[in-house]
């Protein structure tokens, strides 16, 4: 399977976010390249992290449904299964956060990599800072996740259900299938509705970074949720766009 497991030195005190868990948390590397394969590997576990690694899609999407990941960084041009497949496949039964790494840096190779339901795109190259930060904001949002009380069947005022322990939103019993960044944005902005919410608010609360006027992850997320709403026919739910502000969510008479 081409696969390998480093572990995380217990020595390291560079990775403040580690302190958010009861154990280092785990990661999940996919990377064809081998020298940048090591020199990630190595970085992530002097910060306390607890890495598997492997260098092709179909091999990572085995590991990925067999074992529990806090966050896999997946690059996209990978052999046996592109790491857009390997997404793909991954989204239909689990929301573990996905950074995608490539240097297609294309706008639409962005998009394309948020509607499959990537968390997060950093385009090569890319510095050890910028990783870092990135990866930090992943893991702390995984972290208040699961600090979060989960609440079921807590039926919203647009007669929508929050199923707080799977992260999923249900109309007439049927699950929309949200991502768990789509399903904070959507609750976000329920519990804020009628009130325009500007991006930088969005980016902070929901996706846990800093807004900048090329990112359009939060874009895409909102055309997932609209879709996703329509799907099992919750057209009354509209999210709308304020212009020169940001999202504002409106319930339809």
């Known amino acids: 399977m081409h696969c390998a497991i480093v572990m995380a030195s217990s020595g390291c005190n560079n990775c403040a976010i580690v302190n958010d868990y009861q154990k280092p948390p785990c990661v999940l590397l996919v990377e064809d390249d081998a020298e940048l394969r090591e020199q990630l590997c190595l970085h ?20 990925a449904q067999r074992e529990p990941f806090d966050l896999i960084l997946l690059d996209i041009m ?3 299964l592109d ?65 979060a009380t989960p609440t079921r069947a807590e039926t919203d005022m647009a ?39 500007s991006k930088a608010f969005l980016y902070q609360q929901v996706l846990h970074r ?10 895409v997320h909102v055309c997932n949720i609209r879709r996703k709403l329509g799907q099992i026919g919750a057209d009354h739910v509209q999210i709308q766009a304020v212009r020169g502000q940001g999202y504002v969510l409106v319930v339809a008479g």
């Open 44 to 63: 992530l576990q002097r910060r306390g992290l607890v890495v598997q690694v492997c260098e092709r899609g179909d091999a990572a999407l085995l590991l």
């Open 78 to 80: 990978l052999p046996g």
């Open 83 to 147: 790491g857009l497949k390997v997404l793909s496949q991954l989204r239909q039964a689990q929301g573990t956060p996905v950074m995608l790494m490539s240097a297609l840096g294309a706008e639409q190779d962005r998009i394309s990599g948020f509607t499959q339901g990537a968390d997060d795109y950093l385009p090569k190259p890319f510095s050890l800072a910028e990783l870092d930060a990135r990866i930090d904001a992943l893991l702390r949002r995984v972290a208040l996740d699961r600090r």
């Open 159 to 197: 007669g929508l259900i929050r199923d707080g322990h799977a992260q999923d939103i249900h109309y007439h019993q049927r699950p929309a299938g949200f991502t768990s960044s789509e399903y904070r944005l959507l609750c976000t902005l329920l519990d804020h509705a009628g009130e325009a919410l």
């Open 210 to 219: 800093s807004y900048t006027r090329l990112d359009r992850g939060l874009d």
